[in-house]
């Protein structure tokens, strides 16, 4: 049997950094398992599992989930990947959450990407939606051919709550008090590498140079996957 090298990786960036469409081209370029901590979250919810009622029951009150409830949880999901590469989204997001992750896996980078808040504000805001669809538009630069009307129905376009200009405000804010000390915490173990731009297809050509020299190459035609 060959052993394969396992190469871990955890990605961050604020709400509208582009960074869904990063780590779908980082899985598929590199062959890496992407794990979504919201994926695990809504899965657990819907399934009823008892993490996923405990986890119902503090969004519903409006509470913070509990680090340690969080932590159990997305361990317990590594652990069926135990041998695999990954990229790791949403998690952590304190340094607590950091701290569980790193005594059970070593990291070996954090990419973070580092998009101006004013171009998310400007991006966020300007997306609008038709619900029955799910079609997305945006007013900067895939504007509906008739402003707030649909392309194909002709029917009225919505702007989705968390895109509201207040909302983007807090929730960016938000994230940079929450997420400040756990890139503190990686720059400090000196695997945090930032990637600073507005637009994320100029932003992906760093990623993919600064990832092709240190994700191990696949030994036999497959995915660069391993153990430890």
């Known amino acids: 049997m060959v052993l394969r090298a396992v190469f871990r990786a955890v990605i961050m960036g604020p709400p509208g950094s582009g960074?869904?469409?990063?780590?779908?081209?980082?899985?598929?370029?590199?062959?890496?398992?992407?794990?979504?901590?919201?994926?695990?979250?809504?899965?657990?919810?819907e399934a009823k599992t008892e993490l996923g009622l405990l986890l119902k029951a503090c969004?519903?009150?409006?509470?913070?989930?509990?680090?340690d409830v969080i932590s159990r949880l997305?361990?317990?999901?590594?652990?069926?990947?135990?041998?695999?590469?990954?990229?790791l989204d949403g998690f952590p997001r304190t340094?607590?959450?950091?701290?569980?992750?790193?005594?059970?896996?070593?990291?070996?980078?954090?990419?973070?990407?580092?998009?101006?808040?004013?171009?998310?504000q400007e991006r966020l805001t300007s997306r609008w939606v038709h619900l029955a669809s799910g079609r997305v538009y945006n007013t900067n630069f895939n504007p509906p051919r008739v402003p707030g009307v649909d392309d194909i129905?002709?029917?009225?376009?919505?702007?989705?709550d968390d895109d509201k200009p207040d909302t983007v405000t807090?929730?960016?804010?938000?994230?940079?008090?929450?997420?400040?000390?756990?890139?503190?915490y990686y720059r400090s173990k000196g695997v945090l590498a930032t990637f600073t731009g507005t637009?994320?297809?100029?932003?992906w050509p760093h990623v993919l140079s600064?990832?092709?020299?240190?994700?191990?190459?696949?030994?036999?035609?497959?995915?660069a996957v391993g153990k430890a």
């Not at 129905?153 to 989705?160: I, K, P, V, Y």
């Not at 637009?199 to 932003?203: C, G, L």
């Not at 600064?210 to 995915?223: E, H, I, S, T």
Request: contains cysteine.
């Open 19 to 45: 960074k869904g469409t990063v780590s779908d081209r980082i899985t598929k370029t590199f062959g890496l398992k992407h794990l979504s901590s919201g994926d695990i979250l809504r899965a657990n919810i």
């Open 59 to 67: 969004i519903d009150q409006g509470q913070l989930v509990p680090d």
């Open 74 to 87: 997305i361990l317990s999901n590594l652990r069926h990947m135990q041998d695999s590469s990954w990229l």
């Open 95 to 120: 340094v607590a959450q950091a701290d569980a992750l790193d005594g059970v896996y070593t990291v070996d980078s954090v990419i973070n990407l580092n998009v101006p808040f004013q171009t998310i």
């Open 153 to 160: 129905t002709g029917e009225a376009l919505t702007q989705r």
């Open 170 to 184: 807090r929730r960016l804010k938000a994230y940079e008090h929450q997420t400040q000390p756990v890139l503190e």
């Open 199 to 203: 637009e994320t297809n100029k932003i």
């Open 210 to 223: 600064f990832l092709a020299g240190r994700v191990p190459p696949p030994c036999d035609g497959q995915a």
